[in-house]
């Protein structure tokens, strides 16, 4: 299987066999890659029944015993059900209005930031990301070289690792998983195993923290602590504490890299595209006036010198908060055209998720001339659909303006979000709070700066990280301040 950017040789094949689907086997197992938007939704849609189930990884599910995490549990089994209509509940849109003031509060922390220190700017991406993640699932508010993030990362590591494919024989020859740990050669068996105990111990941390802070009255509400209490009952079974440990796990694994990998992108593409940053600022200025430049204004002079580890004073930020929400209705940043289109652009130039996670049919299928057999491994390729010349003219030039309607375009161009978020029952549960998050970090980025290239440097030919999440390799930016 190609190891670098594997989406750009499977759209490839495809165009050189003109086929829609192309398929190959890895060992035993059947591939099937489908490159186009209508496949896609011929089978991962309309078909969801049957295609909505996930690969088995033997080394991680079994060995590291992960096969009741979201993210690779059956769909047939109920319990994945049960984790989807909770997630639905902690992350829609009626329960991210009530984390509104906590993303932009955090954004704007993100805006500074990159002021400040702009050479650090993935870093301060990370910081805003996992701050928000760990205090909407478990209340918990994060400070610099925090332990919960190291914790968090290293099970995002292990997972990695665990999960790499093509690397453990395990997955392609389930029979040798019963071979006795003490057995010669049965190193990756040792591994796994010690893998499992790792991160059984980095999911209960967070869990016993906040059962803790609740026990002694100190919490601040979550999505855990709401669901420990339900309805009013002093404590759930034991059975429904460890459903809400599963999706409490997921909400930091789903958004981690996710929806840092697209402010990584936006930022760096901000760079590279001045014209479309000018005409974002123009649109928040038409739209919010000059009481947030004011606030803006204010708040730079003020916090000028200080460095990220010295955060802003609490209480002043929270003042300063509160005018800023007097002043802006927050709902309005997620309505702003541009900006929004903005956000369309960068999920389509640079897709999070080039490959979405791979699917399994449960039941031999035909489609067209092709015999897509049971148990083969399903994948949309959500990159050539990005990048189809059919479906978005010109697909390497960064324009938001195919998703706005003007007298210079007749037709809006499909909305890219119903690729970049995944397919049929496995599509990302997410996508509401990953929007929500993407656009207050660019309005407030945009509002309080200007990127740009280091002077005297020519514009940098763009490269991209393979992973699960892809994003733009950074290169040197520029950051000031937006007079
Ligand atoms: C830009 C940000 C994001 C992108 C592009 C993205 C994309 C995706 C994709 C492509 C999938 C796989 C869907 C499939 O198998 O067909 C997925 C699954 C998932 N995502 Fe996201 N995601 C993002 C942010 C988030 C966030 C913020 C969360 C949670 C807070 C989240 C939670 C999940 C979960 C739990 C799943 C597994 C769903 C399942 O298997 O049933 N994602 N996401």
């Known amino acids: 299987m190609p190891s670098c950017e594997p989406w750009k040789t499977y759209a490839r094949w495809g165009q050189d066999y003109k086929a829609p689907v192309i398929s190959f086997r890895v060992y035993n197992r059947h591939i ?22 996930r690969p088995m990884s033997w080394m991680y599910n079994v060995i590291c015993d992960r096969g009741k995490a979201i993210f690779n549990i059956s769909s047939s089994d109920p319990h994945h059900k049960q984790y989807r209509k909770l997630l639905q509940t902690g992350l829609g849109i009626r329960a991210i209005r009530g984390y509104l003031p906590l993303i932009q509060r955090e ?71 019963f071979i006795p740990s003490w057995f010669p050669g049965a190193g990756w068996k040792r591994q796994g195993l010690a893998w499992r105990d790792r991160l059984r111990y980095l999911a209960e941390i ?21 669901l420990l209490r339900p309805d009013g009952r002093e404590r ?45 600022q123009q649109e928040i200025r038409d739209a919010f006036g000059d009481a947030l430049w004011d606030i803006l204004e204010q708040e730079h002079h003020s916090t000028g010198n200080m460095t990220m580890t010295q955060a802003p004073p609490i209480r002043r930020t929270e ?12 709902s309005r ?22 490959l979405a996670l791979p699917h399994r049919v449960t039941e031999e299928d035909t489609y067209g001339d092709y015999r897509i057999p049971k148990n083969a491994t399903v994948i949309g390729n959500v990159w050539a ?8 003219p010109d697909p390497f030039t960064f324009a938001p303006e195919r998703f706005i309607r003007s007298q210079f375009t007749s037709e809006i161009q499909p909305d890219p979000r119903q690729w970049a978020f995944g397919f049929g029952k496995r599509a990302c549960p997410g996508t509401h709070f990953a929007e929500t998050t993407m656009l207050f970090a660019m309005f407030n980025i ?38």
């Open 32 to 53: 099937v890659v489908l490159n186009t938007a209508e496949s896609m939704t011929n089978l991962l849609e309309k078909k969801a029944d049957i295609y909505s189930d």
């Open 107 to 177: 954004s704007r922390r993100l805006a500074q930031g990159l002021l400040q220190n702009p050479d650090d700017f993935v870093t301060h991406v990370q910081r805003n990301s996992a701050a928000v993640i760990m205090k909407v699932a478990f209340g918990y508010t994060i400070r610099d070289d925090d332990p919960f993030i190291q914790v968090a990362n290293e099970a995002s590591k292990i997972s990695g690792w665990a999960t790499e494919p093509g690397r453990w024989l395990v997955d392609h020859h389930p029979i040798i998983r």
């Open 206 to 226: 967070p869990h016993q923290w906040i059962k803790e802070q609740m026990e002694a009255g100190t919490h601040s509400e979550s999505f855990t602590s709401k």
């Open 236 to 280: 759930c079974s034991a059975e429904e504490e460890e459903v809400i440990k599963w999706c409490a796990g997921a909400l930091y694994a789903g958004a981690g890299d996710t929806t840092v990998a697209a402010i990584i992108s936006f930022i760096l593409l901000m760079a590279l595209n001045p014209e479309v940053q000018k005409k974002a």
């Open 319 to 330: 003042v300063r908060h509160e005018e800023l929400q007097d002043n802006v209705d927050l």
């Open 333 to 354: 940043i997620s309505r702003l055209p541009y900006l929004n289109a903005i956000m369309k652009e960068v999920l389509r130039f640079a897709p999070v998720g080039n």
């Open 385 to 392: 659909v990005m990048h189809d010349p059919n479906m978005y």
């Open 446 to 483: 945009l509002s309080q700066s200007t990127i740009s290239l280091p002077k005297e440097t020519s514009r940098p030919a763009l490269e991209y990280t393979t992973g699960i999440t892809s994003h733009i390799k950074p290169f040197p930016i520029v950051v000031e301040h937006r007079n």
